[in-house]
């Protein structure tokens, strides 16, 4: 099966070992992957910010980068979302692009949804110990209506004790540009969902949006709260890893 990992803007810049444990994720369950360098942003921030015809250039630009990929995976339910259920709607009077539009979004899968739905990978070879709780991203679990699919995963990690967090379903307050022209309401809501985790008590939290998980980590490390921050692909990873150290040195 072949792969073509869609980075994102965010786990490119700042978060490259996201994608290093998605590739060597996909890899280990049987997947070729490969990397198309013309790739750009979704486009999703001129989207959301009433720019459409830029976001539509730059929709045009990865819709060619991804052209001849057979699927497309990203470490970003919100840019996945973005793709499948915005693309079709910036060229839906586009003659000549709306039908690419929607091929391309068909293909777009975020990174536990393919690794479930796909792959069929219901559990890993991994090992962490910790309590670690969830953050469901908002564009993931209403956008792409995936919810289930990385906490199956998680569960999986031997070791690892999944909490629920409290009123999972509210926005962490990033929201891309919301969080700069609405800061003020960003930081409160922000604040709420850190009392949220630290009721868990949990040691570890965990997401699959690192727009999220980095306002998130941001304002827990602001405030002074030791709780480690980890995208999921990150935390599987690091379990796999641990996993077959321990039966290396047991042989």
Same mark, same amino acid.
């Given at each position: 099966?072949?792969?073509?990992?869609?980075?994102?803007?965010?786990?490119?810049?700042?978060?490259?070992?996201?994608?290093?444990?998605?590739?060597?994720?996909?890899?280990?369950?049987?997947?070729?992957?490969?990397?198309?360098?013309?790739?750009?942003?979704?486009?999703?921030?001129?989207?959301?910010?009433?720019?459409?015809?830029?976001?539509?250039?730059?929709?045009?630009?990865?819709?060619?980068?991804?052209?001849?990929?057979?699927?497309?995976?990203?470490?970003? &339910?919100?840019?996945?979302?973005?793709?499948?259920?915005?693309?079709?709607?910036?060229?839906?009077?586009?003659?000549?692009?709306?039908?690419?539009?929607?091929?391309?979004?068909?293909?777009?899968?975020?990174?536990?949804?393919?690794?479930?739905?796909?792959?069929?990978?219901?559990?890993?070879?991994?090992?962490?110990?910790?309590?670690?709780?969830?953050?469901?991203?908002?564009?993931?679990?209403? &956008?792409?209506?995936?919810?289930?699919?990385?906490?199956?995963?998680?569960?999986?990690?031997?070791?690892?004790?999944?909490?629920?967090?409290?009123?999972?379903?509210?926005?962490? &307050?990033?929201?891309?540009?919301?969080?700069?022209?609405?800061?003020?309401?960003?930081?409160?809501?922000?604040?709420?969902?850190?009392?949220?985790?630290?009721?868990?008590?949990?040691?570890?939290?965990?997401?699959?949006?690192?727009?999220?998980?980095?306002?998130?980590? &941001?304002?827990?490390?602001?405030?002074?709260?030791?709780?480690?921050?980890?995208?999921?692909?990150?935390?599987?990873?690091?379990?796999?890893?641990?996993?077959?150290?321990?039966?290396?040195?047991?042989?």
């Amino acid at each position: 099966m072949r792969v073509s990992l869609f980075i994102t803007c965010l786990s490119d810049c700042f978060f490259p070992r996201v994608g290093q444990a998605v590739v060597h994720l996909l890899r280990r369950h049987g997947c070729e992957v490969d990397f198309p360098l013309e790739q750009v942003c979704c486009g999703q921030p001129a989207y959301n910010s009433g720019y459409h015809e830029e976001a539509r250039t730059a929709a045009k630009q990865l819709i060619r980068a991804f052209k001849n990929a057979q699927y497309v995976v990203s470490p970003s &339910g919100s840019c996945a979302a973005m793709i499948r259920h915005y693309y079709p709607t910036l060229f839906a009077a586009d003659d000549e692009w709306r039908d690419k539009a929607q091929q391309f979004a068909d293909k777009v899968y975020e990174f536990s949804q393919f690794m479930v739905n796909i792959l069929k990978v219901s559990s890993v070879d991994a090992c962490y110990e910790g309590r670690a709780t969830y953050h469901h991203s908002c564009h993931m679990m209403r &956008g792409l209506g995936v919810s289930g699919e990385p906490l199956r995963l998680l569960q999986s990690i031997k070791g690892l004790e999944v909490v629920d967090l409290p009123y999972h379903q509210d926005c962490c &307050g990033f929201g891309g540009t919301f969080a700069v022209k609405m800061k003020e309401i960003s930081e409160q809501m922000v604040d709420e969902k850190v009392e949220h985790i630290l009721a868990t008590q949990a040691n570890i939290l965990v997401g699959s949006d690192m727009a999220c998980l980095m306002n998130i980590q &941001g304002r827990l490390r602001r405030l002074g709260y030791p709780v480690q921050v980890f995208h999921v692909a990150e935390l599987l990873y690091e379990g796999v890893q641990r996993y077959e150290s321990l039966q290396s040195s047991a042989i």
